[in-house]
């Protein structure tokens, strides 16, 4: 019986992908620092931070699979970031070693490449990194680790920069970023399922009309197949917001308001 455990379980990705991902024979085993509400019987609770390599460990062992969306969600203090999400990826991804887990997919972000300019989309799979905050070092520190353990102990390690996962777009550049929960669910099973993967990077969006941000080729190539489209909100999502101007900064770059310098260093407590 497959087992697969998902860190950050009690957050939002992590509460949408559970009923998602659930199959006949399949165990999700669910970690967080928070509660995880309401387990079923197939699943599996453990209370537990991505930065204790024992308990990772333990919670790792017999696990098929890892995905791994636990972390501070946003921008921080660079503390605070460095200790969850950047030695919390290294103590998964050590953990699944350790245990010989074959396969962990990482929840990376668009803030990794957040200041790819416009003049650069759709952003190329595995383009280079160009993080908007110490949020998105954390998201390419990541992937970096990823492609170390796939590289040098063989482990299949899925990087997916999420762009906009929300149950629906929160306003006008979410019509172009948005991943629904559906997609979410349809984008985490083919990288669970995709044959001998090794390492790959790709983008994590929806079928968006507006779309063309980022390219979804090597999602693709994973067996993703978009269904969903944020045109659906459109009317009621400009009737709050307005139509998007041409030069509204937050369409500069891909990270939008991450780029802005409310988020300078500086302005972190």
């Not at 509660?35 to 991505?50: H, I, K, R, Y």
């Not at 204790?52 to 791994?68: F, Q």
């Not at 492609?147 to 629906?168: K, N, Q, T």
């Amino acid at each position: 019986m497959p087992t697969i455990l998902i860190t950050g379980a009690a957050g939002g990705i992590g509460t949408m992908l559970r009923s998602r991902l659930a199959r006949p024979g399949r165990v999700l085993r669910l970690l967080d620092v928070a509660p995880v509400d309401s387990p079923g019987q197939s699943e599996e609770v453990v209370t537990a931070s991505v930065t204790d390599l024992a308990a990772m460990t333990a919670a790792c062992d017999g696990a098929d699979a890892v995905i791994h969306l636990g972390g501070v969600p946003s921008e921080g203090p660079w503390a605070r970031i460095i200790d969850v999400n950047i030695n919390g990826t290294y103590v998964v991804f050590e953990a699944a070693r350790r245990t010989g887990v074959p396969r962990v997919i990482y929840a990376s972000s668009n803030h990794a490449v957040g200041f790819s300019p416009r003049e650069s989309f759709p952003v190329p799979d595995y383009a280079y990194p160009a993080p908007d905050t110490y949020y998105g070092v954390s998201k390419a520190a990541g992937e970096a680790t990823a492609a170390l353990y796939a590289r040098r102990y063989g482990m299949d390690a899925i990087c997916i920069r999420i762009l906009s996962c929300f149950e629906r777009p929160r306003n006008t550049r979410m019509l172009s970023t948005w991943l629904s929960p559906d997609d979410a669910g349809r984008l985490f099973e083919a990288c669970l399922t995709t044959p001998k993967p090794g390492f790959r990077l790709a983008y994590g969006v929806s079928a968006n009309t507006r779309g063309g941000f980022v390219s979804l080729a090597e999602a693709e190539a994973l067996g993703y197949q978009p269904r969903d489209d944020a045109e659906v909100y459109a009317a009621e999502v400009i009737a709050v917001h307005g139509e998007p101007a041409p030069d509204d900064p937050a369409l500069r770059y891909l990270g939008g308001e991450f780029t802005f310098p409310a988020l300078d260093a500086d302005n972190l407590s």
